[in-house]
Every structure is written in C-alpha cells, then in structure tokens.
C-alpha cells in the first residue's frame, strides 16, 4: 500500500501486522494455555522491568530519530523542524524515518507492531497470571481482554487506515511517537487488566449486561463513522455513502455534513472514548476510588480533545474558508449537543 503525502511524494509500505500479530498471539495462547509451557504471568511479575526497558529503548530512538534527521536528503515534517530542539525533538524531524535502503519504515512499525501486539500480550499475561493463581479467569478480567484485543485486532486487519492519519501522513517520528506507541501503549493501556490481576472483580448478569451495551455502544459509533469515512474518502459513488449530503470545497474533496459526520465534526472519537470507558468498567465502583483501572478513559479523553484541536488545525490550512461553512453546518466537535 502507498500514500501520497501533502508535498506529492509518494509512499509505499509493506502491510504485515495481522500476519505476525497471529503467529505471536497465537503462539502465546498455545504455550501459556494449553501446552503450558510458557508462564506468561511472568510479563506480570517482571511489569516494572519491561517498562524501565521500554522507556530507555524509546528514549534511545529518539535520540536516533532527532540525530537521522539531520542528514542530507531527510523529509521532513511540516511542524516537527521549528528549530526549537526540545520541541523537535519531541515532535520528531523527519516524516517517516526509514531503514534498509527505504524497505523498513520505523514510524509505521512502530505504531502498530510491537505497541499494539505487545498490549494485547501483556492483557494475555495478566489473565495468565489470575488463571495460574486461582485456577479461573474472572468475567471482568476476561471482557477486557476480548474488548481490548478485538481493537487490536481491527487496528491491525485495517493497517492500511494507519496510512492516512495524521500521524502518517503529517506528524514527524520524535519521542512522543516513540515513546508512545513502545512503553505508553503497551504499559498503561494495560492498567486495568493489571489491577484486576490484584483486586479481582465478580461483575454480576446485570453488570455484565451494561458493559456489553457500553462498549456496543462505542464500537457502533466509532466503526459506523470511520468506515463511513473511508467508503467515502475511497469512492463517494459507493451506494453505501452516496446518498450522504456533501459541502463541496475548493480543495477539492468533499466533506460530508450528513450522517455520522453530520452529528459531530469527531463523532468517531466520541465512539473510541466510550469503547474506552466500557474497557474500563469491569473494574467496578471499587476500581473508580483507586482511579489506575479508569486512567485509560481519562487519559483518552484528554488525547482526543488535543487531537480534535489539532486535526481542526490542519483542517483549517487544508480548506480555508469551506472549513468554516462546514463548521457552521456541523456546530459540534465531539459529543452531538455538547461539546
Ligand atoms: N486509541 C488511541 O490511542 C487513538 C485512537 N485514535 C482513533 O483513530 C481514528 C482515526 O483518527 P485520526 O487519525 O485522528 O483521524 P480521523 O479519522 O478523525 O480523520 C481526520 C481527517 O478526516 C477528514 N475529514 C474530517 N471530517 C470529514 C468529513 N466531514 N467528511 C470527510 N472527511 C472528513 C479530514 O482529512 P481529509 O479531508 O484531508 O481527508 C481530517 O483531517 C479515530 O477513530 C480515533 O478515535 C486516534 C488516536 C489515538
Ligand atoms: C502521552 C503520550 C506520549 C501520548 C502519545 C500518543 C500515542 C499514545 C497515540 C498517538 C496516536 C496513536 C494512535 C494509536 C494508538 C495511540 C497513539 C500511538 C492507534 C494505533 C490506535 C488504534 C487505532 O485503530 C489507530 C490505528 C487509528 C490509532 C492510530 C493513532
């Protein structure tokens, strides 16, 4: 797959994350389950180790990163080379950092390899760990594996969609990517299954029954939105998309002002945040006093409401004055009738 970037240059990389995501989840169900040779509750015993090495990996990167920027020939990103060290640093110079002669791009693996596999293994070992300790895997502990892993598993079959986000297409590979996607991923996306390793929670028919609807809930939005999108974006003469009202812009591209994109200018975020508030409910009325197990969709929150502001950022310098018609006819941001 390729993608074009804003200067016109062209792209292509190489799409293997559901491939090795399968050979190495796979494998670590088969030897920590059922062959049970490999204890994987280990990744709970040793949690402090691998994030220190975490950190220390990403921060080495970027220390990489910011020094590769500077050879002749670097594309750069459009905000990530201010001349401010300590911003560029942390935004990242270069776009997309590459090794063996082009074939290898480290901002693209990065994201979606050893971050997003890596947290679904860690909840792996978390329900290991609870299994080999009370010989059960508790119904909390187990929605947050399949609700977490069923996101990786959609971030990783639709690894093309990577392609046109921001963080491809305009964000250059500093510390906060590289930080973000090896030690802030795998190590705080995972707090609530941790937590439920040491407070088991028994959630009840009924309790069950509202973290199910929440997350439904969340994945309708998020999936039904970005699909929408990316239909569109792909051929808006699919009859999935072509009876969506459309403001037509300068640019070019059409946005659309019907549907779901008619509800809010992000409503797929809004979906993402309740999918992730419904991650961490399992952990009860318990786990909201000790707020770890509840951090995701707090943290989220934030990320998203700064996201949204910078996507309305590069929104604004893309169409211009159409930005400002397309604000007028979709008032809201995020949440439809809020915010
Ligand atoms: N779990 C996590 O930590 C994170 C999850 N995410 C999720 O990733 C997903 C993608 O988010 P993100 O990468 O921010 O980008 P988005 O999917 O929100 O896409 C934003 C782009 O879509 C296009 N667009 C915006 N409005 C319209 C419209 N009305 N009609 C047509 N096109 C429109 C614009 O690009 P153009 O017009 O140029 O096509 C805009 O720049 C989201 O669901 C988000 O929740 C994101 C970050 C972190
Ligand atoms: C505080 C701090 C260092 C924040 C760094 C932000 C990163 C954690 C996020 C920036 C953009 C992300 C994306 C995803 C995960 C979190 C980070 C890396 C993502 C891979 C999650 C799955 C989605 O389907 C996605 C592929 C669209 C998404 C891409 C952006």
Redesign the pocket.
């Known amino acids: 797959e390729g993608v074009v970037l804003p200067n016109g240059q062209r792209l292509t990389y190489k799409l293997n994350a559901f491939r090795i995501f399968l050979l190495t989840y796979g494998a670590a169900l088969y030897f920590g389950f059922v062959s049970r040779q490999l204890d994987l509750g280990w990744l709970y015993d040793n949690f402090a180790q691998l994030l220190t090495a975490a950190i220390i990996f990403s921060s080495g990167l970027s220390v990489y990163l910011y020094a590769s920027s500077f050879q002749k020939g670097a594309l750069l990103s459009g905000h990530g080379a201010t001349g401010y060290p300590a911003y560029d640093f942390w935004m990242g110079r270069e776009l997309n950092p590459r090794l063996l002669r082009g074939a290898f791009d480290l901002k693209e693996f990065c994201?979606?390899y050893p971050?997003?596999i890596g947290w679904a293994l860690i909840n792996l070992g978390m329900a290991h760990k609870q299994w080999a300790a009370t010989g059960s895997i508790t119904t909390s502990m187990l929605l947050v594996n399949v609700f977490q892993l069923y996101?990786?598993m959609?971030?990783l079959w639709?690894e093309k969609?990577?392609l046109t986000?921001m963080?491809i297409t305009t964000d250059g590979f500093g510390f906060?990517?590289a930080?973000?996607?090896l030690a802030?991923?795998p190590f705080t996306f995972t707090s609530c299954a941790r937590y439920l390793v040491d407070y088991p929670q028994h959630l009840s028919p009924a309790a069950t029954c509202l973290v199910l609807g929440v997350k439904l809930l969340g994945y309708s939005i998020f999936r039904g939105a970005n699909s929408q999108k990316d239909m569109f974006r792909a051929n808006p003469a699919d009859p999935a998309v072509a009876h969506l009202r459309t403001l037509k812009t300068e640019r070019g591209t059409q946005l659309i002002i019907s549907g779901w994109w008619g509800t809010a200018r992000h409503i797929n975020y809004f979906g993402d945040w309740i999918m992730g508030v419904a991650w961490c409910m399992p952990a009860g009325v318990q786990g909201l006093a000790a707020v770890v197990p509840y951090f995701y969709c707090i943290?989220f929150a934030s990320?998203l409401i700064h996201?949204e502001r910078r996507d309305e950022h590069a929104c604004r310098l893309k169409y211009g004055k159409d930005w400002d018609k397309y604000c007028a006819l979709v008032r809201y941001r995020i949440v439809p009738y809020l915010y």
Do not use: N
Request: hydrophobic share 50%.
């Open positions: 994201e979606l971050g997003m996101y990786v959609d971030a639709c969609a990577i986000t963080d906060m990517l930080f973000g996607d802030w991923v943290y990320l996201r």
